[in-house]
């Protein structure tokens, strides 16, 4: 079945470091891919996307590309603040399973001043 | 443009009890998904509606059942509810028209207690 793989945390880094966070996944077909991120005590909130190869999703100075040689969507950010402190998780979903998304185990990233 | 809104956010019931949740899309959505996020599991899909049909559904017992009406709103409810049923409940709405605008909105989750 599809699924998803997110490099284990947590991550601690300092403000104003380079942040990337590795997600890879097995699927069929062609997928669409997303990162999320949830905060404190939130529900999860939509950070980027890619629908199709070499796509890259971008938002809030974080990047990734879908590079479907690699079957990966690693998602970067060049310069961390406090306020990125959250869990990041990586998804996919598919059109041939009704757009369900499959997620992985999530990475707690904080960030110290 | 409101957001998805889930009702209520907190709960406490007793094992045997049953629960329903509520979820309000996003205006304009007609599909309405729901994830049952725990610490051991992460996030797993429990059912998809669209059109007050239920499409999809992962892999829960019958005990969790769900339902949506005509104007999109859905309910949740968990039957006989044990100590594993812990979790914070996600709600996401969609579109649903193509895959490029098919983007799962989130709302901020009941947060259910089982004692």
């Known amino acids: 079945g599809d699924s998803v793989t997110q490099m284990e945390g947590p991550v601690t880094l300092s403000e104003e470091a380079f942040l990337t966070i590795n997600c890879t996944y097995t699927?069929?077909?062609?997928?669409?891919l997303f990162w999320y991120v949830q905060y404190p005590g939130e529900g999860l909130q939509l950070l980027l996307k890619?629908?199709?190869?070499?796509d890259k999703g971008s938002n809030k100075g974080f990047e990734a590309t879908y590079r479907k040689e690699t079957t990966s969507f690693h998602l970067e950010k060049g310069s961390v603040q406090v306020s990125d402190s959250a869990v990041y998780f990586c998804?996919?979903?598919?059109?041939?399973?009704?757009?369900?998304?499959?997620f992985g185990a999530g990475t707690t990233v904080t960030v110290r001043a | 443009k409101a957001g998805v809104t889930q009702t209520p956010r907190y709960l406490i019931k007793t094992r045997g009890q049953q629960v329903t949740l509520s979820c309000s899309p996003i205006?304009?959505?007609?599909?309405v998904s729901w994830y049952q996020q725990t610490p051991g599991q992460g996030l797993q899909f429990l059912f998809e509606?669209?059109?007050?049909?239920?499409?999809n559904k992962g892999n829960f017992p019958g005990r969790f059942s769900g339902r949506q009406f005509s104007n999109s709103r859905s309910e949740m409810n968990v039957s006989t509810l044990e100590l594993g049923d812990s979790a914070l409940y996600l709600c996401?709405?969609?579109?649903?028209?193509?895959?490029?605008?098919?983007?799962?909105?989130f709302g901020p989750g009941t947060r259910l207690t089982v004692l």
């Open positions: 699927a069929t077909g062609y997928p669409s």
């Open positions: 998804a996919l979903t598919k059109s041939s399973n009704d757009y369900k998304l499959s």
């Open positions: 509606y669209f059109s007050e049909t239920q499409r």
């Open positions: 205006s304009g959505h007609r599909s």
């Open positions: 890619a629908t199709k190869a070499d």
């Open positions: 996401a709405s969609s579109l649903k028209l193509r895959v490029e605008e098919d983007t799962q909105y």
